[in-house]
């Protein structure tokens, strides 16, 4: 099918995105904010906060990421946040113009455990708020993501980050296939979807298509698609990486406002080390969220003073809570599975075949 900017329905091929990718920045820069126009009020920015309610310690190796227990990171540990911790933060960041909470966790997938009952009082709590409550836990079973969704949670972040093949070059403790299966759990749930991935890992712009394609073969598509630049931090193995250019970014984020109409293109990672103009071209390729906050999870981000000057600089609004979707009224949590119908998480079967050609 011929792929045309305008029309949400066109299958677009990767010659074609690529294409589109490589048009001179000002021609796509026009077609990415036409498009915009048409799908979002372009004076509108969605603000996120970030809260890390469980930091470091994680069992799994992503190669960008500081809280992974293997590397040798300086961030500070710590335990699950409590309900008074965590509704003091969020009023905070509702104080300071955020609409929406997003919780993230160190786990490589949730467990039936008390732990996560907490973590459906912390859902209840932010979403008493009338904030959109989003939760970023790891891989989570259809029951899991049932009882996130009846405790009130809005979204789920589950990145898939790059294209399949690169992931495995990023990632070897879990599967892309394993990222696919829970954005589906979500996505059954009732939860709205936020996925999307990191540039600057060394992949190339055709993993970045790649992954693009995916998330927009997700029927229905992610209501929003963070596009975050590494943050190269000291002890994990992309500590070295050059930082991304803001061009890359802004060529990046056209190209998924372009290919996915009707979702939020998150500018997350990766502001700080951006000048205004640059965000503000990043604003007008389409991109219509960001995290606000002086922190991300454990990375710094721009301090609220500074957001507040370039949204005043530029005009912009922060978007309301719940302007995209009612709010979700907890209802009766449908508990725990039996010990029989617990699901066990597998290791992806790449390690072991690793391990085994090297044995060989
Ligand atoms: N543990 C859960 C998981 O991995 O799904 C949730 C938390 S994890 C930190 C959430 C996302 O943060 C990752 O999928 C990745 O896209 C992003 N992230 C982590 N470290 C990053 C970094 N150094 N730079 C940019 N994005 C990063
Ligand atoms: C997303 O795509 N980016 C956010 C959020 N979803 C969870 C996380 C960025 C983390 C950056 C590194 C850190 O601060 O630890
Ligand atoms: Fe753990 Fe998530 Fe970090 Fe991977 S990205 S090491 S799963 S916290």
């Not at 920015?45 to 469980?54: F, G, M, T």
């Not at 009612?326 to 390690?351: A, L, M």
Request: with cysteine.
């Amino acid at each position: 099918m011929t792929a045309h900017p305008h029309n949400p329905t066109s299958r677009w091929t990767l010659e074609e995105l690529q294409q589109l990718h490589d048009l001179p920045l000002m021609e796509l820069l026009f077609r990415a904010a036409t498009v915009h126009r048409q799908y979002h009020d372009p004076n509108e920015v969605q603000v996120s906060s970030l809260l890390s309610i469980k930091t470091g310690g994680c069992p799994e190796d992503c190669g960008y990421c500081p809280q992974a227990a293997r590397y040798h990171t300086d961030i500070e540990e710590n335990a699950l946040m409590t309900v008074e911790q965590v509704r003091t933060a969020a009023e905070r960041a509702k104080g300071l113009g955020s609409s929406r909470l997003c919780m993230g966790a160190a786990w490589r997938n949730v467990r039936d455990d008390d732990e996560f009952d907490q973590v459906l009082d912390l859902v209840r709590t932010v979403n008493g708020l009338d904030m959109e409550v989003c939760a970023t836990l790891g891989m989570l079973t259809p029951n899991q993501a049932e009882r996130l969704a009846a405790a009130g949670l809005y979204a789920y972040n589950h990145n898939l980050d790059s294209s399949e093949e690169y992931y495995k070059e990023v990632i070897s403790t879990r599967g892309y296939e394993d990222r696919l299966e829970t954005i589906g759990n979500a996505r059954r749930a009732g939860l709205t979807v936020c996925s999307g991935g990191i540039i600057g890992m060394g992949e190339t712009v055709v993993d970045r298509l790649k992954m693009l394609l995916t998330l927009a073969s997700l029927d229905p598509v992610p209501e929003s698609v963070p596009i975050n630049a590494l943050v190269a931090v000291e002890g994990t193995p992309l500590e070295e990486q050059k930082p991304v250019d803001i061009f890359e970014m802004v060529r990046m984020i056209a190209v998924t406002r372009i290919l996915i109409p009707s979702t939020t293109v998150r500018l997350s990672a990766g502001r700080k080390d951006m000048s205004p103009e640059g965000q503000a071209l990043c604003f007008f390729a389409g991109a219509g969220s960001i995290f606000a906050g002086d922190k991300l999870l454990t990375t710094p981000n721009p301090e609220a003073f500074a957001d507040m000057e370039l949204f005043s600089a530029l005009g912009l609004k922060p978007t309301q809570a719940y302007a995209k979707g009612e709010r979700p009224t907890p209802g009766n949590d449908p508990g725990r599975p039996t010990e029989k119908q617990r699901i066990k998480w597998s290791r992806p079967g790449h390690r072991i075949e690793r391990n085994e050609a090297k044995r060989k």
